[in-house]
């Protein structure tokens, strides 16, 4: 996975105007962040944990929806700093289940990638 991570490094990058959808997954949860490289800085980070979303996700049926209900809410906070346009950085995962959920979510959030 290391080298996944290498290779796509090297062709997805955020900017300020794009920045770049992260999405980490462990066993329990799912993550993500927008992160702006050329400043490297996060400029949102919303997971399963995030306390506006812990009782939306604890009615979630699985966690495919929960993952959709996180993007949704990237999406939300993405449109309060006026950013429309992401760069989406699956980070070695295939696009299939809950990465693919919560992309779906974000784009259902009215975020375009």
């Known amino acids: 996975m290391a080298k996944k991570k290498i290779r796509r490094k090297k062709k997805v ?3 300020p105007e794009r ?7 462990s066993l329990k949860y799912i993550y993500g ?6 400043s490297r800085k996060t400029l949102i980070g919303v997971s399963n944990l995030t306390p506006e979303l812990r ?3 604890a009615k979630a049926g699985s966690k495919v929806e929960a993952s959709r209900i996180v993007g949704a809410y990237m999406a939300k906070k993405a449109q309060e700093m006026n950013i ?5 950085d699956r980070n070695g995962y295939k ?4 990465v693919r959920a919560f992309a779906e979510g974000a784009r259902e959030g009215g975020l375009e990638f």
């Open 13 to 15: 990058v955020g900017t």
């Open 19 to 25: 920045p770049r959808l992260v999405v980490y997954r």
């Open 33 to 38: 962040q927008l992160v702006d490289d050329t």
């Open 55 to 57: 009782e939306q996700v």
């Open 84 to 88: 429309k346009r992401i760069v989406f």
């Open 95 to 98: 696009y299939h289940g809950r």
